[in-house]
């Protein structure tokens, strides 16, 4: 199992769900073929900075899209959001978060067909901090091995979570997502060991998520219970997490 991590920070002058919805609103409009070949040439913010081809910056821009419609409150709204991307992604599950004093997370997951292109993927994507229990979660920044407490505690207690990886053929590539405590999640279920180790390929990006762990867990080194290579980047510096 080949696992590549990405991180993509996040806008700091204002919220990062206002400034996406935003944003969102022109995007839907653009054509996907469109967005792609115009992202790939934006204004360089550096002028030593790498430009970046439209397939390198296709996986980061939907992920954005997709990481957004985690904070939706119904699996309609992720539905008609899906829309804008194209026929080909179809939503499988949507766990909306419970009032119970400790939930789970809220999340959604979401099919891609295998094309001449692109192999057959599952999208799991986390919604970021939104809610009282989310934060009482976030502040659980107490150590649980090389995780962090309130983050492990979470990805535990997605259980209905872990049926539909079980159930995943093999020869489906796994895209984990999310923004914020949405991506320390990602990060969390990747390391605790939640992805089946049959996955031929798991990818997790985030966006302005904190350290999930310290080290290197257990699930991720390479030793006699986990043979395959692990590649690791992080997009924005090229510094290995």
């Known amino acids: 199992m080949f696992v590549f991590l990405f991180s993509i920070p996040s806008a700091r002058s204002e919220g990062w769900f206002d400034h996406v919805r935003r944003a969102s609103a022109t995007i839907a409009s653009v054509p ?3 967005l792609i070949r115009n992202a790939a040439s934006p204004p360089s913010l550096l002028d030593d900075a790498p430009q970046l081809d439209a397939a390198a910056l296709e996986a980061p ?6 990481s957004e419609l985690a904070y939706a409150e119904t699996a309609e709204e992720i539905r008609d959001g899906l829309a804008t991307l194209g026929d080909d992604l179809e939503l499988v599950h949507f766990h909306a978060q419970t009032t119970d004093p400790f939930p789970d ?10 094309s001449d292109s692109e192999p057959s993927c599952l999208f799991v994507v986390f919604r970021g901090t939104r809610s009282i229990q989310d934060m009482l979660y976030d ?9 962090h407490a309130g983050f492990l505690s979470i990805v535990r207690r997605c259980t209905s979570l872990h049926r539909l990886l079980e159930q995943e053929p093999r020869s489906r590539h796994v895209c984990l997502l999310g923004h914020s405590l949405g991506g320390a999640l ?3 279920l990747v390391g605790a060991g939640y992805v089946p180790q049959r996955a031929p390929f798991v990818s997790v ?3 302005g998520a904190p350290a999930a762990f310290y080290g290197t867990p257990p699930a991720l080194k390479v030793g006699r219970s986990n043979p395959q290579p692990l590649t690791r980047a992080l997009v924005t510096s090229q510094t290995s997490l």
């Open 32 to 34: 996907w073929g469109e």
């Open 61 to 66: 821009l939907l992920g954005a899209r997709l």
């Open 105 to 114: 997370a809220q999340w959604f997951a979401a099919r891609r067909a295998s």
């Open 139 to 147: 502040l659980q920044a107490i150590p649980s091995g090389v995780f």
């Open 186 to 188: 990602a990060l969390t």
């Open 205 to 207: 990006t985030t966006f």
